[in-house]
């Protein structure tokens, strides 16, 4: 990467959380502990220590998780900028990344960021008693074959596309029995996986619908600033700057599809080649590329990957 070429950073969302995750980059820089605290103060217990000991199924709630990505695609963000990184020319975060993009991207204070994030966690686990909803992953298909899966498979409960993620992969969501019946028929059609996820509610389909409601209202009462950075939303792959129209777009993605791939490809139509992504693990990292594989991607977790993206940086 040159210093003139246009670079994106994007940051992770639900699933890329580990216990331990950030430990390394922490020995080093100690701003990664001084994130987590900030985040532990407005939580009321200690964020750093469940990332560091778990348990892994407490970590693994979303009214955890979602705090602990956010604070974890923060403090990663956090050490790039303070090692001289450098400022992207555009911003996009994986469902919950969204929030760490606008955090970054100065629109939303990370204070307040870490209250909403715990708040829409709350509401989203509230939504779908505990085991009634389930969501899975589809590879090997092509969109419309799950398309037809899930309307297939419905039977009069809700079962959708929650996540385009890369061409022959998305995630299903909804209630239980419907997806363990789209996950068959997946099967049947030729998937070369159908398996469902380890996650505590069924996002982005209609059954968060009543949560997005009450979210809305939490959405409202906090302040939002203009960007200093585009930020591309998941719900349509659009870069908004207007406070108002964020919130929105930020309801609808409760209970909206999330659209990976428009948003890498809009990427690439705006003429970025490199796409950084700042957290724990390379989730994000392995769909860019089957989604471009003319960019370059990068992940950064630890200090040698941090160094490795500024050398590129610098080059």
């Not at 939490?218 to 108002?244: C, E, K, S, W, Y």
């Amino acid at each position: 990467m040159t210093n003139n070429q246009s670079f994106a950073i994007v940051f992770p969302g639900q699933g890329s959380q580990s216990t331990g995750m950030l430990a390394a980059l922490a020995s080093e820089y100690p701003v990664v502990r001084e994130t987590f605290a900030e985040a532990s103060e407005i939580l009321r217990y200690d964020l750093w220590k469940l990332t560091r000991e778990g348990p892994e199924a407490e970590l693994n709630k979303t009214t955890r998780t979602q705090p602990a990505l956010l604070a974890a695609g923060v403090a990663v963000w956090r050490c790039w900028i303070g090692a001289g990184g450098g400022m992207p020319a555009i911003m996009a975060g994986h469902s919950l990344g969204e929030y760490t993009a606008l955090v970054c991207a100065g629109v939303v204070d990370f204070s307040d960021a870490v209250a909403l994030v715990a708040e829409r966690g709350r509401v989203m686990q509230a939504a779908v008693p505990d085991g009634a909803g389930l969501m899975a992953a589809i590879l090997g298909l092509e969109n419309e074959q799950v398309e037809t899966v899930c309307a297939e498979a419905s039977e009069g409960q809700t079962v959708t596309v929650a996540n385009y993620n890369s061409p022959g992969q998305v995630v299903i969501a909804g209630d239980r029995e419907a997806v363990e019946r789209a996950v068959g028929l997946a099967r049947e059609m030729g998937a070369k996986r159908a398996l469902p996820l380890s996650v505590s509610v069924p996002s982005h389909c209609v059954l968060m619908k009543g949560a997005a409601g009450e979210f809305a209202r939490t959405l409202d009462a906090v302040q939002f600033h203009d960007g200093t950075i585009p930020v591309i939303q998941n719900i349509d792959a659009q870069a908004r700057t207007g406070a108002d129209e964020i919130r929105r777009a930020l309801v609808r993605q409760l209970h909206e599809p999330v659209l990976w791939v428009d948003t890498i490809t809009r990427m690439g139509e705006k003429g970025i080649g490199t796409v950084i992504e700042c957290g724990p693990g390379k989730v994000l990292t392995g769909l860019i590329r089957r989604i471009d594989s003319s960019m370059v991607t990068i992940s950064i977790n630890d200090p040698a990957t941090l160094q490795t993206a500024l050398e590129g940086r610098r080059q």
